[in-house]
């Protein structure tokens, strides 16, 4: 349900954008957030955007990765500036809130399928 993409290689200091859309019905959506992990470790929380458009970035991004979203497309977007080694991952995006199935609003909680970021010269 929930399809991430914009993952790709670039230089040190170089930008990319990854978006995540969730499709396949109709949603209300809560909490949104980007999570990465590097072989070997543990995914580790990026950033997290919740309705009312509250972040928690983690340290390591903060003033170089921005995210934004948009409702009425069900998007969440993540525009990453001077990108460093170190950010080099799989990128997987997350929501959760309420779907309509024909009848009746429920809990929904979904992950993305990930998308490589590497950064290298």
């Known amino acids: 349900q929930l399809q991430a993409s914009g993952g790709g290689s670039v230089q040190p200091g170089g930008s990319l954008r990854l978006s995540c859309t969730a499709s396949g019905g109709i949603f209300r959506i809560n909490d949104m957030g980007w999570h990465r992990q590097v072989p070997g470790k543990q995914r580790e929380l990026v950033v997290a955007?919740?309705?009312?458009?509250?972040?928690n970035y983690a340290d390591s991004v903060k003033g170089r990765f921005n995210v934004s979203r948009d409702n009425d497309k069900n998007t969440m977007y993540l525009q990453m500036d001077s990108l460093k080694p170190d950010d080099t991952a799989v990128y997987y995006c997350n929501m959760n809130g309420r779907r309509w199935d024909g009848n009746m609003w429920y809990g929904f909680g979904s992950w993305g399928q990930g998308t490589l970021v590497t950064v290298s010269s």
């Open positions: 955007i919740t309705s009312g458009g509250n972040t």
